[in-house]
């Protein structure tokens, strides 16, 4: 049987040598494929000695030093220097070095998969007949609404990946909502779209959530970036509503500092706790961690008592599949992909979307309650292994994949 072979442009190579979503979830999905897949992934941002011939810097097909040069020379003359023309500049180096790379091997390619970011894929369609499918991780109309200070290109951002979506041969979405609101708010009927969620791959078991080990020193586990999208201001608050009650819970914060806007005013994590936490005692029982090792987050996971996701909107995350794969009993709040992923009261719990009282309700009857805890630990590892584990998704993925070839 003849292999598909299928180009995926990422963000960065490996998971290891740099954390992100789109990365986690390509290195899953390839795990799952078979015998029945060729997969390339194409990066800008590839780790050092990485020798595998699927493996293709793009950093190396970039324009030359001369381009490079006139560009510069364009640039400080302020010669054609307006937003767009900047962005296009952006996009069609990506789409360039893409294409350069892709046409450097002697490889008949079936099929690119792009993420949505930059509308990439209007541009590649106009510099090859190979189909395009575009992988809906988060439009810009949504996380660019939420972002604390609208770029200069957000309008021009948002007009090309409507673009990109038409030009594309076949759309997935790892979420229902994600797409929903993409065709909502484009105004588009995308019949060539098709909901795919994003795979996680089997914890060993000696790395499941621990009952025995978590009850030792209590803790509460946030992973994410201390920023508003992902509700950081919003789980530090329902903590301490929490905290207030129960006099040994700590909370464990773990992601990068990105900082906060409250009322034009940017906080970073301490400041943000020197003026919205007064009490001294619960300020000592958050602890920030900062970036960790995905091997650190994983001990955190099985020895934390409980994981929350208070973000004010996501896709499908990773990070939350990776906490009910571990088996860590998790509150998360109900938006996007979050409540296609939460079962409420079978894998998990589900609280009001930015409500710090209805997430510190949710810890409280978890806390109180360890034998829920211990079924929900359960549920979700099964409920993960069912219907996220890499084969089944990779095998929706591949399906969806033909019958984009095929049409």
């Not at 510069?72 to 294409?99: A, C, G, Q, R």
């Not at 003026?275 to 650190?296: N, S």
Request: glycine share 4%; with cysteine.
């Amino acid at each position: 049987m003849k292999k598909i072979s299928i180009a995926y442009m990422s963000p960065s190579w490996p998971l290891s040598h740099h954390p992100n979503g789109i990365v986690s979830y390509l290195e899953n999905l390839l795990f799952g494929f078979e015998c029945e897949v060729d997969p390339y992934i194409f990066s800008h941002n590839v780790a050092p000695k990485i020798l595998d011939k699927n493996i293709i810097d793009l950093s190396q097909f970039d324009k030359s030093v001369y381009e490079r040069l006139m560009d510069k020379l364009f640039y400080s003359l302020n010669i054609l220097h307006t937003e767009e023309l900047l962005y296009k500049k952006h996009v069609m180096k990506n789409t360039e070095s893409f294409m350069r790379g892709v046409n450097s091997l002697s490889v008949k390619f079936d099929l690119l998969e792009l993420e949505e970011s930059f509308g990439l894929a209007d541009s590649m369609s106009k510099m090859t007949s190979i189909p395009i499918v575009t992988r809906l991780h988060c439009p810009w109309f949504i996380i660019g609404q939420l972002s604390e200070k609208k770029t200069d290109n957000y309008e021009i951002r948002i007009r090309k990946e409507r673009l990109a979506m038409q030009a594309s041969q076949g759309l997935s979405s790892p979420s229902q909502d994600v797409l929903d609101k993409t065709c909502e708010y484009y105004n588009l009927l995308l019949p060539n779209a098709k909901v795919i969620p994003n795979p996680i791959a089997p914890v060993p078991t000696d790395k499941h959530w621990d009952y025995e080990m978590a009850v030792i020193n209590p803790s509460i586990l946030f992973i994410g970036r201390f920023d508003s999208i992902k509700g950081a201001d919003i789980a530090i608050a329902a903590f301490r509503l929490l905290a207030l009650r129960y006099k040994d819970i700590e909370l464990v914060f773990v992601g990068p500092d990105s900082g906060m806007v409250i009322k034009g005013k940017k906080y970073f994590f301490m400041d943000f706790l020197e003026q919205f936490i007064p009490e001294i005692t619960v300020k000592r029982r958050i602890k920030f961690l900062g970036h960790c090792t995905a091997q650190q987050i994983s001990e955190y996971r099985k020895q934390s008592l409980i994981t929350i996701v208070t973000s004010r909107y996501e896709n499908f995350p990773m990070s939350l599949l990776e906490a009910l794969a571990t088996g860590c009993p998790t509150v998360g709040v109900s938006v996007g992909g979050i409540k296609e992923i939460i079962i409420d009261e079978y894998n998990g719990l589900l609280a009001e979307p930015e409500s710090p009282e209805s997430i510190a309700e949710k810890l409280e009857t978890l806390l109180s309650d360890h034998a829920k805890m211990r079924v929900f630990s359960k549920n979700a590892i099964t409920d993960t292994q069912e219907r996220f584990s890499p084969k089944i998704v990779s095998k929706q993925t591949l399906d969806f994949y033909k019958s984009v070839i095929a049409n």
